[in-house]
């Protein structure tokens, strides 16, 4: 299994800047190569696919929405994957969650296996 604590989530000014962490663990995430990425839903909305990288941090996706803005990296000796968030917009404002899955990237949200818990992102005008 694998357990995924996502945090950093807060308030900020449209234009402001927030970063975003998520913890993994588990022995299957130990065990296996596995992909990260960063999904959001706003209120009466899908989840949506928001960002995502590699194993080995050498590649990387992201939505035409927050290209430029937003920036997905890891470090895999903390087991820890980050979003950091840049020219933060209202629209931006959602819960975002965490993902891994043993394969390579996708933006399909079905395709990812485990998820965090959530954190709030609210991005005034």
């Known amino acids: 299994q694998v357990q995924l604590v996502d945090a950093g989530g807060g308030l900020v000014q449209a234009g402001g800047s927030l970063r975003l962490s998520c913890a993994a663990s588990?022995?299957?995430?130990?065990?296996?190569?596995?992909?990260m990425g960063w999904f959001r839903q706003a209120p009466g909305k899908e989840r949506e696919f928001v960002a995502a990288i590699n194993w080995s941090g050498g590649s990387t996706y992201y939505a035409d929405s927050v290209k430029g803005r937003f920036t997905i990296s890891r470090d895999n000796a903390k087991n820890t994957v980050y979003l950091q968030m840049i020219s933060l917009k209202p629209e931006d404002t959602a819960v975002y969650y965490c993902?891994?899955?043993?394969?390579?990237?996708?933006?399909?949200?079905?395709?990812?296996?485990?998820w965090g818990q959530g954190t709030q992102v609210t991005v005034s005008s």
């Open positions: 993902a891994a899955r043993q394969a390579g990237i996708t933006e399909v949200t079905g395709r990812w296996a485990y």
């Open positions: 588990g022995r299957t995430f130990s065990s296996y190569a596995m992909a």
